[in-house]
């Protein structure tokens, strides 16, 4: 299993390479010069969301499968974190829109890339990137976590997880629970930990990838973990720590 998983891991790094060679090439004479990859690996695209040097504007488009709708408390949340860190002169988060449930258990890292092929609309253009949410009706097939970020401007949210982890008696809202991976999730797009922005001092929980070693930081690992979430979660939103906005500011941030 572990085989196979390590092939496929590098056949699809070779997929992304071939389209990111050729999408560097589709530009024809009189059409729009601008081009961006949407397709290449999370982290990649972090100055592009940090600094106004090639995009000014910031639209996050969110989709959702039919009863996984996300609350406005959780998305306006999402916006106050970006607005915090990022230096944009106008952030908007779309209106949640609905699309087909797809109704599998669950969902290869894949199968959500070829979702988003399927319904995305929103895309970067001269001016202003685009980042995009999808919440599917699954879980993810790889591990028990309530999201993942799977391009460089592209997250997506296990829907069944998020009521599993907010229900029962004493645990974390819903609200609460989305606005902690949808930022969480933003933030391995926006290079931490080590994941495409440089670290000014070393606090990378290596075990756990592109995490941070400071549980109380907002890039805890568990924090994406369905099954460690009620136990780690204290009562607050979790916040980026020092060693975090410090990166996240060397990189041209706020
Ligand atoms: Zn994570
Ligand atoms: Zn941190």
Known sequence: MRTIRTIFTILFSVTLFIVSCDSDSVT???EN???FNHEINPGQ??????TDDNFERLIVQVQYMQGYEPTQEGLNNLE???RDRLNKSSITIMEPEEIPAAGQSSYTANEIRELEREHRTQFSSE???AAYFIIVDGEYSDSDVLGIAHFNTSMA????????VSSGLGSPSKED???IVMRHEFGHILGLVNNG???QENHQDTANGRHCDNDQCLMYYAFRNADLFGSIFGGSIPELDENCVADLQAAGGK
């Open 80 to 82: 106050t974190f970006l």
């Open 197 to 199: 922005v440089d670290m």
């Open 177 to 179: 629970v989305e606005t």
């Open 45 to 50: 695209s972090a100055v592009d969301f940090l």
């Open 33 to 35: 010069e601008f081009s």
């Open 127 to 129: 001016n202003q990137i």
């Open 28 to 30: 024809e004479p009189g």
């Open 157 to 164: 949210l296990f829907g069944p997880k998020f009521n599993e």
